[in-house]
């Protein structure tokens, strides 16, 4: 940390809260999320389905679907809070500032129109440019992600291309403006094995180039291990640690880190049964006081029936657990 | 592309032979013809004559050829009570029915997609709720009855526009009379072309509501927010645009219907059209005409559904594919 606090942050999140207001009462889906992406780096952002990691990356742009809120907390782009800006000017982040990259390629274009028509009006959405100029821009992203003869293929239509080669153009269309920081969330879930390794070694390759900034939200612990310098696991709707990627992947110190390094089956050792955590993560409307993965962790002492605890300097990186708390 | 209409076309001929033998039988079993022409004196000798004279006492395979072969030529034969050519008197009457559908149509259309887009995208506000509800209604209420209501406020409390009637019509290029080009052809074309078209249009405005409202909560339009294009693009360039492909085929085939059903409308307002003559000659038994009004109608129906798979596929490039293959 101390290192990269020497840069400002592209992206900051000071105590991010966000909630749902339905008829059976406010639901908190995040609950004080802390942390930041310098420029250049490659945090990932990991944990179980539902403990809120695409909702992070939603509220970051400013696209969380109603009745959904950011109740407190602060979004700070390069500085300048971005959480509370009118529509029309979060949209000139979004896109210019922020790239996106969906799950599922397939159906994140727009199938009536040709990819080529798709980037060149996001591209002049963006950046005042001529058609021509546009259309150049297009053709030169299409070849940068790895698409064989980008001047054909961009009249295209989304149909006429593979799964990898749509992700492809995703990530085309998310770099289209120079944004610097790409929120990809789960950019490989949805593709072949065999073409998931392509996707990432592009996405990967693109933004070193380009020295952007990446919020990589996956479950695939393999992809984070080789794409990102940092890592931040979710439980229920909190960071419970976050660090240097070697750190968490290695030796993790949280108990539910630990819990979920150990469910990664390892190639070169001998197939041992896979660890396991008991029980489930609770629901929004069924969150434990105290520290929320108390009912389940190995190492629950009585005042984690009480107290959260949270995020505090542990070696490199932060963990928010009483077993770690300093002095102890 | 070639091909696919090739296919098409064949296609719609087995359909309108299908309906060719179905209104050919109508002669066979819907009263004896030859009783509608003769009177209850004719001597037996003169009914067999004109029995002959009309090749009804051929076989019947022998008679359903002849028909089928005339058809094609559009001879329909001669109507029992008007003692016309059948198509002469539908030709006559077609100019009113058609001007009288496609105003209908186009003012469920233009009406119809804004209402259903505004409803869609400004979904809790009061005016949506109002169209909302006034659709209700729309879908709801027989013609004839909206028909009969528009008649007693307009024509009779209001007397603003006519009951009945095409008003002053004028005829253009020979044989087509438009009310299009007078005032009074206008003002009369009012009243029937909003009985006739309410239906389809609160149809349509429901129909691309919900088409909308799925639309807007689809994966590309939530990467185009995503994307930071204008709310207009987003809205008026791709989900507006996805919302019509479906919305073309019901608008295509609410034509036919339109045409089809015009007969009601055609009643309330005696509308001079194919519908009223069509239900005069159920009322006299004029087998010539019914037949001849189906196959007519038929032929509209997969005419109209042909363009609208063309149109289908001039909207969605997936659907060129497969119709290119």
């Given at each position: 940390m101390t290192t990269l606090s020497a840069k400002s942050p592209v992206l900051e999140l000071r105590n991010l809260v966000v909630e749902f207001v339905t008829r059976h009462g406010t639901l908190r889906?995040?609950?004080?999320i802390s942390f930041s992406i310098a420029p250049g780096e490659v945090l990932g952002v990991v944990g179980e389905?539902?403990?809120g990691k695409s909702l992070t990356g939603a509220a970051v742009i400013g696209l969380?679907?109603?009745?959904?809120?950011?109740a407190s907390g602060e979004v700070l782009l390069a500085g300048q809070?971005?959480?509370?800006?009118?529509i029309e000017e979060l949209r000139h982040i979004r896109g210019k500032r922020i790239g996106t990259i969906f799950q599922d390629p397939l159906t994140s274009?727009?199938?009536?129109?040709?990819v080529g028509e798709q980037l060149i009006e996001t591209i002049r959405t963006h950046l005042s440019v001529s058609e021509q100029e546009a259309r150049a821009r297009a053709i030169a992203l299409l070849a940068e992600v790895g698409i064989p003869a980008p001047e054909k293929r961009i009249?295209?239509?989304?149909?006429?291309?593979?799964g990898g080669m749509r992700q492809r153009v995703v990530i085309a269309l998310a770099l289209a403006a120079e944004p610097e920081l790409i929120i990809a969330d789960?950019?490989?879930?949805?593709?072949?094995v065999s073409v998931q390794a392509q996707i990432i070694a592009v996405l990967k390759k693109l933004c070193r180039e380009r020295g952007t900034a990446v919020m990589l939200i996956t479950h695939d612990m393999g992809v984070i291990a080789e794409t990102a310098d940092r890592v931040a696991v979710m439980y229920a709707g909190r960071v419970i640690e976050i660090g240097p990627v070697r750190d968490v992947v290695?030796?993790?110190?949280?108990p539910y880190a630990k819990g979920l390094m150990g469910s990664i089956p390892a190639l070169?050792?001998?197939?041992?049964r896979l660890l396991q955590i008991e029980g489930a993560m609770p629901r929004l409307n069924a969150i434990?006081?105290?520290?929320?993965f108390h009912p389940r962790?190995?190492?629950?002492?009585?005042r984690c029936h009480e107290a959260r605890p949270v995020l505090a300097p542990v070696g490199a990186g932060q963990v928010a657990c009483f077993l770690h708390e300093v002095g102890q | 592309m070639l091909a696919f209409i090739i296919r098409r076309i064949l296609q719609s001929c087995m359909v309108l032979l299908t309906v060719a033998l179905l209104a050919f039988t109508m002669f066979r079993f819907?009263?004896?013809?030859v009783a509608q022409i003769v009177?209850?004196?004719?001597?037996a000798e003169e009914v067999r004559k004109v029995r002959e004279s009309l090749g009804l006492d051929d076989p019947v395979v022998v008679q359903m050829g002849r028909y089928l072969y005339k058809a094609v030529q559009l001879?329909?034969?001669?109507?029992?009570?008007?003692?016309?050519p059948v198509i002469e008197l539908l030709a006559e009457r077609a100019p009113a029915t058609l001007e009288l559908a496609l105003i209908s149509s186009f003012l469920s259309l233009a009406i119809g997609i804004p209402m259903g887009v505004y409803t869609a995208l400004r979904r809790d506000s009061l005016f949506a709720r109002v169209f909302q509800s006034i659709s209700l209604v729309g879908v709801s209420l027989p013609t004839f009855l909206i028909g009969i209501l528009l008649i007693y406020l307009f024509?009779?409390?209001?007397?603003?526009?006519?009951?009945?009637g095409r008003g002053q019509v004028v005829t253009v290029s020979g044989r087509w009379t438009t009310g299009l080009l007078t005032a009074s052809g206008l003002k009369a074309l009012i009243l029937p072309s909003i009985t006739l078209g309410l239906y389809q249009m609160t149809l349509i405005m429901r129909l691309v509501r919900a088409e909308m409202l799925e639309v807007l909560r689809s994966d590309h339009i939530k990467f185009a927010r995503a994307r930071g294009l204008t709310t207009r693009a987003i809205h008026f360039r791709h989900a507006l645009k996805s919302t019509l492909v479906p919305v073309i085929t019901i608008a295509g085939l609410q034509l036919g219907s339109i045409i089809a059903f015009a007969v009601i409308t055609e009643t309330v307002f005696q509308w001079p059209g194919m519908g009223a003559l069509f239900l005069k000659a159920v009322q006299n038994v004029d087998i010539p005409i019914m037949a001849a009004y189906l196959m007519i109608i038929s032929a509209l129906f997969v005419t109209i559904n042909m363009v609208v798979d063309l149109l289908y596929a001039f909207v969605d490039p997936r659907l060129r594919a497969t119709i290119k293959g």
């Open positions: 889906a995040l609950d004080g389905s539902g403990a969380l679907e109603p009745p959904g809120r950011i809070r971005i959480d509370h800006l009118p274009l727009d199938p009536l129109y040709r009249d295209g239509y989304p149909h006429e291309f593979s789960e950019p490989t879930t949805a593709l072949d290695k030796s993790p110190k949280h070169d050792e001998r197939p041992e434990p006081q105290g520290c929320a962790c190995p190492h629950v002492m009585p | 819907v009263g004896d013809p009177s209850l004196d004719t001597p001879d329909f034969g001669i109507s029992y009570q008007f003692r016309q024509a009779v409390t209001l007397g603003w526009l006519p009951s009945f």
